[in-house]
Each structure stands twice: as C-alpha cells, then as structure tokens.
C-alpha cells in the first residue's frame, strides 16, 4: 500500500511516498481503508522536528486522524465494526496511508450527513476546542478570544464558543480577509496576532504561546483564565510567571491543557457530538495522498484557512477478520 513517511526532519522535501506492507490489526485494534486524513498543524511539528524530543524516527508515518472504513478487526473487537464507515484517531502516526490501523475505542462511526473529509475536519479539532473551553470553565456570557484562531481547533473554538452562548468572541488572525470568515463563523471581534488593542477576556483559548504569551494575561479581567492548547509559537518565555504573577491581584489562571488527559470514551463521544451538532467544516483544500508534500509547503507558508485534507480515492469493503 502507498503510505507517506518522513524519511529526513525538516522542510516538506523530507516526505517520500513508500510503499509499505498493509499492517495487521493488533488486538484491541481495527485496519481501516482510508477515505480522508487530516492534515494538522502537529503533524507539521512532527515533520519539521520540533517535537523530536518524543524520539520519532526516520521512516515514520505521520496522520492522527483518519476517515474510512473498517476492513479488518484485531481480536477482542466486536466484528460488527466491519464495513462500517468510520472516524478514528491512530495515535502518533500511521494516518498517511491507504489503510491504517487504529483502537476500536477511538472509533466514531459517521453519520450519514458527515462525509469522511469533513470527519476529519470536525473531529479532533472540534474536541480539543471542546475540552479546552470545558479546561477553563467557559461559561454562557463570558468573553473569549481565540487566539490562532483560523487553524482547525480555533475554527472550532469559535464556533463552540459561539454556540454555548459567549458574551463576545475576539480572535487574533494575520489578515482581514480571515477575520471576515471568522466572523461568518461568530467572531464579534477581528485582532492581529499581537491581539493589540483588546482587553477584558473572561477566557483566552491560545493555540499559539511562543514568546507573546505573557503578554496576554494582561488582556484578561479578574478572576480570567488562559488555557494553552497549542504550541505553533513555540514554547513560552521561561518568566512566564513573573506576568502572571504582576496580575496577582486580579486571580488569573493559566493551565495547559492536552486531550491525552480525557478518558478516550469521553473524547470518542465529545467527537460524536461535534459531528452531530450542526457546526461548519471549513475545509481549506482537499489534496491526493501523493501530494502530501505540497500539503505541507501549504502549510509551512501559512496558507491554510481550516482544514487541509488527503484522500485515497479509495473506498474498500470489509475483507475479514484479522488473521481469517
Ligand atoms: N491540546 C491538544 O490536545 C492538542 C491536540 C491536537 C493538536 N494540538 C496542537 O495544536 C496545534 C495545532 O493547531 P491547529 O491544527 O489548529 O493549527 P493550524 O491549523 O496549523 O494553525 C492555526 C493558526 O495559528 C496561526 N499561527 C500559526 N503560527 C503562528 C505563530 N507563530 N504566531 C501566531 N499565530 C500563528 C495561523 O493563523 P494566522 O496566520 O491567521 O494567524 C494558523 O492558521 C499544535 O501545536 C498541536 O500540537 C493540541
């Protein structure tokens, strides 16, 4: 089968289409025969070595999120998954392929008005957003800024945010043409990266942190609370404390906050939800597999409004179970 793998660290030219062998379902497990994957701003990190200290080889596979359909079922997993069409999270990596292999208890099975591009679209970045918001104690009424907000989670933030009744919606963007669509998505109010000229956030959901981070806890009213979700600024300063504590008197809170933390039955049925709730999959580009190079350069110019997306092409039926 075709897969796409990182055969050097660094720019998009490191990715190589290979063949590899199909993987067997392990136990617990299912093979799904991709229909769509996502491309995300961690696979980008992976590629380009940031997060090299998690020990990724040469030869890795990248894609968390896949759509398709159930092929094969590893033992101890209930054979009514087969032929199924499915939303699944691999894991690490292993999502840029023809077929992947994935935990049953990841698996979502898609409704019939979600087709596999906008599963992957929805999916983990509507439940990050999801969990990041619930992280913080966002409540119906509070003010909220966004901070990335035009990647996959802040799209979904924005939304989530919207519909759960915020008081105000501010998102930090990098042009005007972006804060417009993020204003069709419920933005009240369009920021620069910076967020320049804005204060007075109950909740900051920050997709970015890097070096400006600190800056942000200014922007916060009293008892505020910042939630870190992503990193695409890179870490934040080592002194981040020392902002935090100059508002001392204003009870701020900052957090981190990964969905590794939440039980996969929780974020397997917050995935359902998101699918089920009417909200917008804004998808940037739909790209062959083959051309998961370009979709990176995409990405590495900062291109991307939403969600870019691999597809097969292929659509396979169930072929038993594993070892059958
Ligand atoms: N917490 C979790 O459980 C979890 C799960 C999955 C992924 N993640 C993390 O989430 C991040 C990816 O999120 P995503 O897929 O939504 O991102 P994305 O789609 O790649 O991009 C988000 C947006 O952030 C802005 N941005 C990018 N780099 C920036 C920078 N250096 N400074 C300021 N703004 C910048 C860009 O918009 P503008 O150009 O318009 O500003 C970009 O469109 C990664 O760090 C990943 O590790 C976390």
């Known amino acids: ?18 063949d590899l062998p199909v993987p067997d379902p392990a136990g617990g497990q299912v093979l799904i025969s991709t229909e769509a994957i996502g491309v995300g701003g961690v696979d980008m990190l992976i590629r380009n070595g940031s997060l090299a200290a ?52 990841t698996l979502v099975p898609l409704p019939p008005a979600v087709t596999p591009v906008d599963a992957v679209t929805l999916g983990s970045s509507g439940m990050v957003a999801h969990f990041g918001l619930r992280h913080v104690h966002f409540a119906p009424g509070e003010s909220v800024l966004v901070r990335g907000a035009a990647g996959g989670i802040g799209i979904m933030a924005v939304q989530l945010a919207a519909r759960g009744g915020a008081g105000a919606i501010a998102v930090t963007t990098s042009s005007p043409e972006r804060g417009e669509r993020l204003r ?63 508002g001392f008197r204003r009870s701020l809170s900052f957090a981190t906050f990964s969905a590794d933390t939440v039980p996969m039955a929780e974020r397997s049925a917050a995935t359902a939800d998101v699918f089920a709730g009417g909200l917008r999959a804004v998808v940037h ?3 062959p597999l083959e051309q998961a190079e370009a979709a990176h350069r995409k990405l590495d110019a900062g291109e991307v409004f939403g969600r870019l997306v691999l597809t097969t092409g292929k659509v396979s039926g169930a072929r038993g179970t594993a070892g059958a």
């Open 1 to 18: 089968m075709k897969a796409v793998a990182v055969q050097e660290f660094g720019g998009p030219e490191g990715l190589a289409v290979v």
């Open 54 to 105: 998690y020990g990724f080889q040469p030869g890795h596979v990248l894609g968390g999120e896949i759509a398709g359909t159930v092929a094969a079922v590893g033992d101890g997993v209930d054979p009514a998954w087969l032929g199924q069409r499915v939303w699944a999270f691999t894991g690490i990596g292993g999502g840029y392929a023809e077929q992947a292999v994935a935990p049953a208890e």
């Open 184 to 246: 069709e998505l419920g933005a009240t109010q369009v920021l620069g990266r910076d967020g320049g000229g804005a204060e007075g956030f109950d909740v900051i959901l920050d997709i970015v942190a890097g070096p400006e981070l600190p800056s942000f806890f200014g922007k916060l009213n009293p008892n505020g609370r910042l939630v870190v979700v992503g990193v695409l600024g890179g870490e934040p300063p080592a002194d981040l404390g020392k902002e935090l504590f100059a």
């Open 285 to 287: 580009e739909v790209l």
